[in-house]
């Protein structure tokens, strides 16, 4: 009988997710035994987060939703995204960050190069999308720069942070927006909000109160399944609202005649 045997990678490996109709999201695939382990070390992380810092990042993405809303009806939050935040998180400046054991630990998991086609590249950033914890590490060092410069500019109010998300006071915005960028990150200016009726957040739309969200389309449905992902984004766009929903169902209901029958 074969025996097999795990192989070493000698990085992680590049690859491309749709974003949106014109761009595409770059990720890595991380060396399996490693990505365990690094999801390990996001589920503590998760965990801690929501003990020292009130983070829920189990149910952080419906709180931002709402929080989105109330801010765009009553102008109190603004609402800021940030532009390839996991590519900008320098080696260095997150190896000065973090406390030495957290260091050593989070260090000795990540990926030191990505395989880009036939090149072997060094990397510079600290983590990728596709690591197991990225996502908790950068909330977590977002959200405490934004304690951190809440704490300086005497500024009251509630920090919310999920993922490279954030909800803070109105008030807070323009200098958290200039403390990011001295760290190495810029806002997403398309998709980040201080002032007017409209706010966005996890995937939620409002604009004085009202969802105004709409199906995003990354690519052309070509399989069933993207028939039906498509028609379940275009029912979750409706929601509960029937005046929304009675203008969404032709197109729904055209969006359903692309599946088989037996479907």
């Given at each position: 009988?074969?025996?097999?045997?795990?192989?070493?990678?000698?990085?992680?490996?590049?690859?491309?997710?749709?974003?949106?109709?014109?761009?595409?999201?770059?990720?890595?695939?991380?060396?399996?035994?490693?990505?365990?382990?690094?999801?390990?070390?996001?589920?503590?992380?998760?965990?801690?987060?929501?003990?020292?810092?009130?983070?829920?990042?189990?149910?952080?993405?419906?709180?931002?939703?709402?929080?989105?809303?109330?801010?765009?009806?009553?102008?109190?939050?603004?609402?800021?995204?940030?532009?390839?935040?996991?590519?900008?998180?320098?080696?260095?400046?997150?190896?000065?960050?973090?406390?030495?054991?957290?260091?050593?630990?989070?260090?000795?998991?990540?990926?030191t190069h990505t395989l880009f086609g036939?090149?072997?590249?060094?990397?510079?950033?600290?983590?990728?999308?596709?690591?197991?914890?990225?996502?908790?590490?950068?909330?977590?060092?977002?959200?405490?720069?934004?304690?951190?410069v809440q704490e300086e500019e005497l500024?009251?109010?509630?920090?919310?942070?999920?993922?490279?998300?954030?909800?803070?006071?109105?008030?807070?915005?323009?200098?958290?927006?200039?403390?990011?960028?001295?760290?190495?990150?810029?806002?997403?200016?398309?998709?980040?909000?201080?002032?007017?009726?409209?706010?966005?957040?996890?995937?939620?739309?409002?604009?004085?109160?009202?969802?105004?969200?709409?199906?995003?389309?990354?690519?052309?449905?070509?399989?069933?399944?993207?028939?039906?992902?498509?028609?379940?984004?275009?029912?979750?766009?409706?929601?509960?609202?029937?005046?929304?929903?009675?203008?969404?169902?032709?197109?729904?209901?055209?969006?359903?005649?692309?599946?088989?029958?037996?479907?």
């Amino acid at each position: 009988q074969r025996r097999l045997y795990p192989t070493v990678a000698t990085g992680n490996q590049y690859f491309t997710v749709p974003k949106n109709g014109l761009t595409d999201r770059s990720c890595c695939q991380e060396a399996v035994v490693n990505l365990a382990y690094q999801l390990a070390a996001g589920q503590v992380i998760r965990r801690r987060a929501l003990k020292t810092l009130n983070i829920d990042l189990n149910h952080g993405a419906a709180l931002h939703q709402e929080l989105a809303r109330a801010g765009s009806l009553y102008g109190h939050v603004a609402t800021l995204d940030l532009s390839s935040a996991s590519d900008r998180w320098a080696r260095e400046l997150v190896r000065y960050l973090l406390p030495s054991d957290w260091r050593v630990l989070l260090d000795s998991l990540r990926a030191t190069h990505t395989l880009f086609g036939a090149r072997r590249l060094y990397l510079e950033k600290f983590s990728s999308m596709g690591n197991g914890f990225t996502f908790e590490l950068e909330t977590v060092l977002f959200a405490t720069l934004a304690l951190v410069v809440q704490e300086e500019e005497l500024i009251a109010g509630e920090i919310h942070c999920y993922g490279d998300d954030l909800i803070v006071p109105v008030a807070l915005g323009i200098p958290l927006a200039a403390a990011l960028a001295q760290v190495g990150h810029s806002l997403n200016l398309e998709k980040s909000f201080l002032e007017g009726p409209f706010r966005e957040s996890c995937g939620g739309d409002y604009h004085s109160g009202v969802a105004v969200s709409t199906a995003k389309l990354e690519s052309l449905p070509e399989e069933p399944r993207d028939w039906m992902s498509l028609a379940n984004n275009l029912r979750r766009v409706a929601g509960n609202c029937a005046r929304r929903w009675a203008l969404i169902k032709p197109v729904w209901d055209q969006v359903l005649a692309f599946l088989p029958n037996q479907i």
